[in-house]
């Protein structure tokens, strides 16, 4: 709590000289939802009902002509679990020499391909069993280079392991593991692309790779689809299509205030080995959902929710998040208070 009061206090205090400094920033985005979960049936008393699900600040400006920031802290994320960095999502200072070009250093996005991990926590309604296990957020450095005509940017990233804690947690002692990413963001007409080549470490020296391909398609001016591919696979494994996902989303957009989507993901681990800690061996879910979006201000600044799922298969996933039979639904009002 004490946290929490100290973060608020600091951003009211630098939104008092933001004149001297502009241009920033300054944002507070919140979300409340009311779910019901059930599975084979039974009502889940714990995960259902009124939950706070996301508070956070978001603060991004400039320093100079060249250098820039951004800092994204989630306020709900502190315990006794979870330090104050814990909870941070990007803390990074930014060089850009020329339009083409950025160094990045500090925290940001651990960046794999594929759209279904693109959307900030306090947009997520429902996901894939593996991306609930990814943490995706952590200290590195990032060099970006952007094409001539700007349609295409690519990224090489180098930044801590994102299964350092689960490593930690199963062996009693830490290890010196990092990731090394090389991400292409394409924009062609309709379609764009998002799509990585990636090695995590998930012990000392030893290396999983994923290649992911993330297609989106823009069609007409209302509907967008989304089809990604994401396949997993380490020394002494079969390399392709058995310790993968596939998700796609449909999302339709009637006007400026309504939209609706439907979505879809597979997630499957037959390797029968445990160098996958983001989905384990034996897992072969699938989850099936749709849902629909209000804006009454026509953009983001409010937004009523409703979401549907169901999930069946076999999940033998550590604290699983998509069980099978499992039949989940919510309603949520998100907002995002623009304080500078």
Known sequence: MRTTLSILTFL????????????????????????REYVDGQYQKDPSGFKGEILDVYLQGSIGQKFSYKYRQR?????????????TDWLYMAYSPSERLTFMAGKWVVLTGCWEF?????????????????????????????????NDKFIAQV???????????????????YAFNLVWYGNHGFYHSSSSLNLMAYAPGRYISYLCLGNRFNI???????????????????????????MSRFAYRFSPMVSAF??????????????????????????????????????????????????F??????????R?????????????????
């Open 12 to 35: 009211l205090a630098s939104s008092l000289f933001a004149q001297e400094e502009k241009p920033i920033s300054l944002r507070l985005e919140a979300r409340g939802d009311y779910k």
């Open 262 to 311: 439907a979505k879809a993901s597979y997630d499957v681990n037959r390797t029968h080995t445990d160098k996958d800690l983001g989905l384990s061996q034996g897992t072969e879910i699938t989850r099936v959902g749709a849902g629909m979006e209000f804006f009454p201000l026509k953009d983001d600044r409010i937004r009523l929710h409703a979401n549907y799922s169901y999930a």
């Open 118 to 150: 693109d959307p900030a926590p306090i947009d997520v309604y429902q996901l894939g069993e593996f991306c609930y296990h990814f943490p995706c957020y952590n200290w590195g450095v990032n060099a970006i280079v952007s094409t001539k005509k700007g």
């Open 220 to 246: 007409g001016r209302h509907i967008e689809w989304d089809i990604d591919f994401m396949n997993r696979a380490a020394s002494g494994q079969p390399v392709f299509f058995r310790d993968c996902s596939i």
């Open 75 to 87: 306020l709900n994320g502190i315990n006794r679990e979870y330090n104050f960095f814990d909870a």
């Open 159 to 177: 930044c801590e392991s994102p299964f350092r804690r689960q490593y930690k947690q199963k062996n009693g002692e830490a290890g010196e593991m």
């Open 313 to 322: 298969g076999h999940n033998t996933t550590p604290n699983a998040v998509v």
């Open 324 to 340: 099978p039979k499992q039949s989940y639904i919510d309603f949520g009002l998100t907002w995002r208070m623009k304080i500078l």
